[in-house]
């Protein structure tokens, strides 16, 4: 499948601010079941972008302004050409040992209630118990809008019932964790089946390591194993090691964050512009 994929986020600040530096985790890389076929990150305002990759592997653009600065937009934008691994993440690009995802992080550290919710799978073989977990919590949790923040940690989703599918992620992975199974964030994008182009923010989604096989995708905001209509971009130990846009201002006072994500079949495209 070839996913097109056009991201604006757009700053607009109370005064201009006087400098500015943004990290952007927004470019995928190829590998055997994607292909970037091309890739474009943009700016309307004079800076420098520097290309390097962190630590668990992820292309990093950080930009930083170069003048006072009143809006600042950056847009992402290409095609990615993607195949069908029945969720199992090629190989081909690890970095670190899966006992690094191990860890807890304050979104993802575990309760009681964690540890009771998780208890419930632990008799079943590992690539059983992973698929159990996803789909308890997609029972467990409604996706819903606007009930949580960025700083809602999985334990207070669990026990709330509602989240996005950040919230979804950083449950899984706590759960995970809690059974000694090593479990990563990942961000990216979903082409949706309901043919919705327009899109709030991106996704997210969780991978696990099962012995055997790898790393495995998980989506417990939708019950599924991701296909070839995700696009995979960063991953981290949690959200804020995989966010798309992290950064800081000095000066500028209060800002207004937009964002305009399209996400299209880009044959299905190419096709209604020929027609």
Same mark, same amino acid.
């Given at each position: 499948?070839?996913?097109?994929? /056009?991201?604006?986020?757009?700053?607009?600040?109370?005064?201009?601010? +006087?400098?500015?530096?943004?990290?952007?985790?927004?470019?995928?890389?190829?590998?055997? @079941?994607?292909?970037?076929?091309?890739?474009?990150?943009?700016? =309307?305002?004079?800076?420098?972008?520097?290309?390097?990759?962190?630590?668990?592997?992820?292309?990093?653009?950080?930009?930083?302004?170069?003048?006072?600065?009143?809006?600042?937009?950056?847009?992402?934008?290409?095609?990615?050409?993607?195949?069908?691994?029945?969720?199992?993440?090629?190989? =081909?690009?690890?970095?670190?040992?899966?006992?690094?995802? #191990?860890? =807890?992080?304050? #979104?993802?550290?575990?309760?009681?209630?964690?540890?009771?919710?998780?208890?419930?799978?632990?008799?079943?073989?590992? #690539?059983?118990?992973?698929?159990?977990?996803?789909?308890?919590?997609?029972?467990?949790?409604?996706?819903?809008?606007?009930?949580?923040?960025?700083?809602?940690?999985?334990?207070?989703?669990?026990?709330?019932?509602?989240?996005?599918?950040?919230?979804? %992620?950083?449950?899984?992975?706590?759960?995970?964790?809690?059974?000694?199974?090593?479990? +990563?964030?990942?961000?990216?994008?979903?082409? +949706?089946?309901?043919?919705?182009?327009?899109?709030? %923010?991106?996704?997210?989604?969780?991978?696990?390591?099962?012995?055997?096989?790898?790393?495995?995708?998980? =989506?417990? @905001?939708?019950?599924?194993?991701?296909? /070839?209509?995700?696009?995979?971009?960063?991953?981290?130990?949690?959200?804020?090691?995989?966010?798309?846009?992290?950064?800081?201002?000095?000066?500028?006072?209060?800002?207004?964050?937009?964002?305009?994500?399209?996400?299209? /079949?880009?044959?299905?495209?190419?096709?209604?512009?020929?027609?």
């Amino acid at each position: 499948m070839l996913i097109s994929i /056009d991201h604006l986020t757009t700053y607009d600040y109370h005064r201009a601010a +006087r400098f500015i530096i943004q990290v952007l985790r927004m470019t995928p890389r190829s590998s055997e @079941a994607q292909q970037v076929r091309h890739w474009r990150v943009e700016t =309307d305002v004079d800076a420098r972008l520097r290309r390097t990759e962190d630590a668990f592997g992820n292309i990093v653009h950080t930009l930083y302004t170069e003048q006072p600065t009143r809006s600042l937009s950056v847009r992402v934008s290409g095609e990615v050409a993607t195949t069908d691994t029945h969720g199992v993440v090629p190989a =081909d690009q690890e970095t670190l040992s899966p006992l690094v995802f #191990l860890r =807890d992080t304050e #979104l993802t550290k575990r309760d009681q209630l964690i540890s009771v919710f998780a208890s419930e799978f632990l008799a079943h073989p590992p #690539l059983d118990r992973m698929h159990r977990l996803m789909a308890a919590i997609h029972g467990s949790v409604a996706f819903e809008v606007g009930v949580t923040t960025p700083t809602h940690t999985a334990a207070e989703v669990l026990a709330l019932g509602r989240g996005v599918c950040q919230d979804h %992620a950083h449950v899984f992975i706590a759960c995970a964790r809690q059974m000694g199974v090593p479990a +990563r964030y990942v961000s990216g994008h979903l082409l +949706r089946l309901d043919g919705q182009d327009q899109q709030e %923010a991106a996704h997210a989604w969780a991978e696990a390591w099962v012995e055997g096989l790898g790393w495995v995708g998980f =989506d417990a @905001a939708n019950g599924i194993c991701p296909t /070839d209509r995700y696009v995979r971009v960063a991953t981290g130990l949690d959200y804020l090691g995989a966010a798309p846009v992290r950064g800081a201002s000095y000066g500028g006072g209060g800002e207004q964050l937009a964002v305009r994500l399209n996400v299209r /079949d880009a044959e299905v495209q190419q096709g209604q512009q020929q027609a």
